[in-house]
């Protein structure tokens, strides 16, 4: 049970970029400690991808988002399938031109890497996550796109040759909730992820959770085009408890109230 989260803000907006990260990634912490990651995107810049093999807490007052960032994705990982041990295993993961975090399983990951003859962007990755992105950078962000993958999906990606743009899909299975105010938008695997930023940045957020089969395209902190697709329902797992990693969001609470004083 990973989580997931980030944002996509109006180039205008005020918002303190890493604090918002960090609150973020604050709000998600709890949802696994094998390893976590951010990545980022300036108006004209290339993505940049930061992980490490922790819990949130251990990365949390390294994080740094520049001023002039409005794309940012967010993760840490309770791993199911390719070892963390692997830092390309580890998310947001890399597929050419496509930066993405996933939470959940996708049971056909190797039958699409075959099916289109894919290459893996990395020869030792074998994470699932890799076969959203390998669809997506072939067939681009389509509803169609996301339907030949079985398994249970919330992700989150951006593409180099498409700047500007944030997307955010849900297949079934996984929880994704997105906040909506004046500065852009945000999402996270829970609503105690996006109630965190509220409170240490003071803002307020029109909640809602994705439904399920639902792909936005966000750009400049509004969404600019929804999608609705049909997701893989033949799958069932079995019931995993949210909290992963006992402790983590206690601890990163007591390095963000540290951290914002400063700020």
Not at 10 to 39: C, F, H, M, N, W
Not at 51 to 72: C, F, Q, Y
Not at 198 to 208: I, M, N, P
Not at 235 to 258: I, K, M, N, Y
């Amino acid at each position: 049970m990973c989580g997931i989260a980030g944002y996509s803000l109006k180039p205008e907006s005020s918002v303190d970029r890493t604090l918002l990260a960090q609150a973020l990634l604050t709000g998600i912490a709890e949802r696994g400690a094998d390893a976590v990651g951010y990545a980022h995107r300036v108006p004209t810049g290339p993505i940049r991808v930061h992980k490490r093999r922790s819990g949130a807490s251990a990365l949390l007052s390294e994080l740094a988002i520049p001023a002039e960032a409005v794309e940012v994705l967010l993760h840490v990982r309770d791993y199911t399938k390719g070892h963390p041990t692997i830092a390309a295993n580890n998310h947001p993961v890399r597929h050419g031109a496509v930066v993405g975090v996933h939470n959940g399983i996708i049971l056909n990951d190797e039958e699409i890497f075959e099916r289109h003859g894919f290459d893996r962007n990395e020869p030792e990755m074998s994470v699932d996550t890799e076969a959203i992105l390998a669809v997506v950078e072939a067939f681009g962000p389509a509803g169609k796109t996301l339907e030949q993958l079985c398994g249970s999906m919330a992700t989150a990606w951006v593409d180099q040759r498409r700047p500007g743009a944030v997307y955010l899909a849900r297949g079934v299975g996984r929880p994704l909730w997105i906040g909506e105010s004046r500065e852009g938008l945000v999402f996270a695997s829970t609503v105690q992820g996006l109630e965190v930023s509220e409170r240490f940045l003071g803002l307020r957020f029109k909640k809602r959770e994705l439904d399920e089969g639902t792909l936005l395209t966000v750009e400049g902190g509004r969404v600019a085009r929804r999608e609705r697709f049909r997701p893989d329902r033949g799958f069932t797992e079995r019931s995993l408890p949210a909290v992963r990693a006992p402790g983590e969001r206690e601890s990163c609470l007591r390095l963000l109230t540290a951290l914002a004083s400063l700020s």
